[in-house]
């Protein structure tokens, strides 16, 4: 190999491996977007910001409601090699089931007169949703997976057709009980006190207005993933999971109950679904047609975070690219922003096969 | 009585017939090596053991218990530390996490001692022990499976092929780690290279087609016979 060979193989090795050239590529490209967004608009640089500032915590607010959402899909995906089409419907469900106990504690807590204070009332019963919910949620997701899924293990079709059949029935259930999806239920005008406790806005000045709930699903999103992260690093059954899905086998020639740990991370990854339905409510209401949309979303973030062997951070960074690009695009190109994230995937897809993190 | 007793089990990998009636024993204290070509069945003896792969007919018994109907987890909570062929170690995981996923018995203490062991066996495990196990090399990779079967009290250890794919001066110092190994445990190893273990094992048996063809506690006598060897170790002798 003659020298100057050798010098073009080390130069093309470094632009394609290291972390400095991907990280510049990303900002170029980012700043390239903002700037042809810009030239596109007709407005003033005051108007863009403002409008940019505002996709921006619209699209980081977006992004942690679909990580937290997601997260669920990817552990049961990863771990049981399941791929669970009524995950969706699950967090559809999750958020009837939060808008309704949040209603009744309401309810309750008012007549019980301890409480006469608005913030706590709502507080409390926004928290007995959660809580009530994802317990809900874990109970349906482990007794699905109990009776049904666990005979079909390794058998992909079987599992495709079952959890497409439990998506459809949870579906066809909600529309029963709330509606088609034309309706969607808001807390504030179901609510009693016709109040909530993250209501409101935060106004920076100069037009830069944000809603407090979109904060707070940042700050949530955030802490959410700093802990899940905790928890697949530092506890045992969080490395026996991260484990699993590498090797699920070999987990259990180790003496784990690789049975009892799917069961577990069904109930985990249902609870997740129901939470993120829950934790949607206040923001974007309860719809039965939100099931098949959010399944979409969940199917990209997964594939761009790498699905095969990919690691939870993945998720997290496909949820950030997806929920970033879809708010960017409505509040710029709205023609595309239903199929932006399908633009993206596709490019992953060409080239890193696996995914941000995964293995081809 | 020996530690592990395999009596006359017949596995199957889905409608494939792989073992015979297969039988053999693993007395306590000892290394029981089971030798053959690939593909004569040897490692699907050792998965029968571990319940990966159910004997449907046969009995396995383990410290006097019959184990065949357990599940693999149950079977190996009982005292087996297992080291596969392919090392199939955890690669997203740290070496120390590797470590962690398989310790049974959680407790600082028990850790720390554990670790140690383990450090003395193995020095380079130290030096890399907050590192990915993909960023190991071929060698120190198969110390991390020896070592993640050894962080648990067990009382026979199953070891496949420790030797594939490494280099001689690796396969030397894990040939000589694992002679350490036997003055303490009771192991059940598989090898292709009968010349690589002859210092090591107490008694031998040959596969070859899903069933044993011969066994022996002298590997000079057993390997005398050059046909034997020819035909069921593939390997010629002059």
């Known amino acids: 190999m003659s020298i100057e060979t050798s010098i073009y193989q080390k130069i093309k090795k470094f632009i394609l491996t290291s972390r400095i050239v991907k990280i510049l590529t990303l900002v170029i490209i980012l700043i390239l977007s903002i700037y042809w967004a810009y030239s596109q608009i007709e407005i003033s640089v005051d108007a863009f910001t403002l409008k940019f500032g505002r996709s921006i915590i619209d699209g980081l607010a977006y992004s942690m409601l679909l990580f937290l959402m997601v997260s669920g899909f990817f552990v049961i995906f990863g771990l049981c090699d399941v791929i669970n089409f009524a995950h969706g419907a699950f967090f559809m469900l999750g958020g009837f089931i939060g808008y309704e106990i949040y209603l009744a504690s309401e309810i309750y807590l008012l007549d019980t007169a301890f409480l006469n204070n608005n913030f706590f009332v ?36 079987s599992q495709i057709l079952l ?62 993933a700093g802990g899940m992260f905790l928890v697949f690093q530092k506890t045992r059954v969080g490395l026996q999971i991260q484990a699993g899905i590498e090797d699920a086998e070999m987990v259990e020639a180790l003496g784990i109950n690789i049975t009892r740990l799917f069961t577990l991370v069904f109930m985990v990854g249902a609870a997740l679904a129901g939470l993120a339905g829950v934790i949607l409510v206040p923001w974007l209401g309860a719809n039965t047609g939100h099931g098949t949309t959010y399944l979409i979303f969940a199917f990209v973030i997964v594939v761009v975070g790498g699905a095969h062997y990919g690691r939870f951070e993945g998720t997290f960074f496909g949820a950030l690219i997806v929920g970033m690009s879809i708010k960017f695009c409505e509040y710029f190109f709205p023609d595309i922003s239903s199929i932006i994230v399908f633009i993206i995937m596709s490019v992953i897809l060409v080239f890193k096969p696996g995914g941000l993190t995964g293995e081809h | 009585m020996s530690l592990l007793e395999v009596n006359d089990i017949h596995v199957y990998i889905q409608s494939f017939y792989i073992l015979h009636g297969v039988s053999f024993e693993v007395p306590k204290g000892e290394v029981t090596v089971l030798l053959g070509r690939n593909g004569s069945g040897k490692t699907t003896a050792m998965k029968a053991i571990l319940g990966l792969l159910p004997p449907r007919q046969g009995s396995i018994r383990f410290k006097g218990d019959e184990i065949s109907h357990l599940p693999a987890h149950k079977i190996v909570q009982q005292g087996i530390g297992y080291v596969p062929d392919t090392r199939r170690i955890f690669n997203t995981l740290t070496v120390e996490q590797n470590l962690l996923v398989a310790m049974r018995r959680s407790g600082t203490k028990n850790q720390e001692d554990k670790f140690e062991y383990i450090f003395n066996l193995f020095p380079d495990l130290k030096q890399f022990w907050k590192n990915k196990a993909r960023s190991l090399s071929g060698g120190q990779q198969q110390m991390l499976a020896v070592a993640r079967a050894l962080v648990n009290e067990n009382d026979l250890l199953l070891i496949d092929e420790p030797t594939e794919g490494l280099s001689p001066l690796y396969s030397k110092n894990l040939l000589r780690s694992l002679s350490q190994l036997k003055e303490t445990k009771t192991i059940l190893l598989v090898e292709q290279n009968f010349r690589s273990v002859t210092a090591l094992g107490d008694r031998y048996y040959i596969f070859d087609d899903g069933k044993i063809v011969a066994s022996g506690e002298d590997m000079a006598k057993l390997t005398a016979d050059k046909e034997l060897v020819s035909r069921h170790l593939g390997v010629t002798t002059t």
């Open chain 1, 122 to 157: 709502s507080l409390l019963a926004f928290f007995i949703a959660c809580i009530g919910t994802a317990s809900i949620l874990a109970v349906i997701g482990g007794g699905i997976e109990v009776f049904t899924i666990k005979k079909y293990y390794g058998n992909v079709t």
């Open chain 1, 163 to 224: 959890t497409i059949g439990f998506m459809f029935i949870i579906a066809k259930l909600a529309e029963i009980i709330w509606g088609a999806p034309f309706q969607t239920f808001f807390l504030d005008s179901s609510s009693q006190l016709n109040y909530f406790f993250l209501g409101g806005v935060i106004n920076l000045g100069t037009g830069l207005v944000f809603e407090v709930y979109q904060i707070f699903l940042i700050i949530f999103g955030f802490l959410f």
